[in-house]
């Protein structure tokens, strides 16, 4: 227990020293101002990552995961996906405004490619880029499959599964991997089974792997739902796919 409750103080002092490294990159939707953030190699023709941060927008889970994907060898980039005044404060605006991108999937889609259009200004090679996100940047991950995006890959963890089932399945060229909580209770049995019935009918290459005793947010250190275990081995198998498709 002790160890556990040291580590999570750790990461949790670590990523606010670390997001110092991050540099803030500036860029538009129309009218609307959008802040992401980049790693410190950027400018290096290097694999590129992008990353979706959960419903409240940037934080310290998506900054510390930018900065370890530093340390790998990739540039990231931390999307912006509300924009400058548009930031949820509490968790129901955040449900509010996720919901809407959600619904409004396409305005999702074009948010998170002028995110990659920045990540690849940045260095990444157009070739080598892959996409992860978290909860609500989960859905992302899966949206920026299925809107046929440039990215050879796309996690999604700890996402909702969900699709509007009037939407087609499409052709999927994206390699799929989704970290998925065992105990996660926003998730169905029936959105797991037609997540897979997606895929199987997109002729995605896809893998599903299923965390024992882990609820929603098991991959971050600040939430009551973090499973230390579970979430290094969700990392270590986002870093081993990042490793097959980029590298």
Same mark, same amino acid.
């Given at each position: 227990m002790i160890r556990s409750i040291l580590f999570t103080a750790f990461i949790m002092t670590s990523g606010s020293l670390f997001s110092q490294k991050l540099k803030t990159v500036s860029y538009q939707d129309g009218a609307q101002k959008l802040n992401g953030l980049v790693t410190s190699n950027a400018g290096?023709?290097?694999?590129?990552v992008l990353i979706l941060p959960a419903w409240k927008g940037i934080d310290e889970e998506a900054k510390n995961t930018a900065l370890e994907l530093e340390k790998q060898g990739y540039i990231a980039f931390i999307a912006d996906i509300y924009?400058?005044?548009k930031i949820p404060a509490d968790n129901e605006s955040a449900a509010k405004s996720s919901g809407y991108y959600k619904q409004n999937y396409k305005e999702y889609? &074009? $948010?998170?490619?002028?995110?990659?259009?920045?990540?690849?200004?940045?260095?990444?090679?157009?070739?080598?880029?892959a996409v992860i996100g978290y909860c609500f940047g989960g859905t992302g991950a899966l949206e920026s499959a299925r809107g046929?995006?440039?990215?050879?890959?796309?996690?999604s963890i700890h996402g909702s599964l969900t699709k509007d089932q009037s939407r087609k399945n499409e052709t999927l060229t994206a390699k799929i991997l989704v970290e998925n909580p065992a105990d996660d209770k926003s998730v169905s049995q029936q959105d797991y089974d037609n997540l897979i019935k997606e895929m199987n009918e997109g002729n995605a290459d896809w893998q599903i792997i299923t965390y024992a005793h882990s609820k929603?947010?098991?991959?971050?250190?600040?939430?009551?739902?973090?499973?230390?275990?579970?979430? &290094? $081995?969700a990392w270590n198998h986002t870093l081993m796919f990042l490793k097959e498709i980029l590298k």
């Open positions: 290096k023709k290097l694999p590129g924009g400058e005044g889609q &074009k $948010r998170i490619s002028l995110a990659l259009e920045q990540l690849k200004k940045n260095g990444a090679l157009s070739d080598k880029t046929g995006l440039p990215v050879v890959g796309a996690v929603h947010t098991f991959t971050d250190p600040k939430s009551p739902d973090y499973n230390e275990v579970m979430a &290094k $081995r």
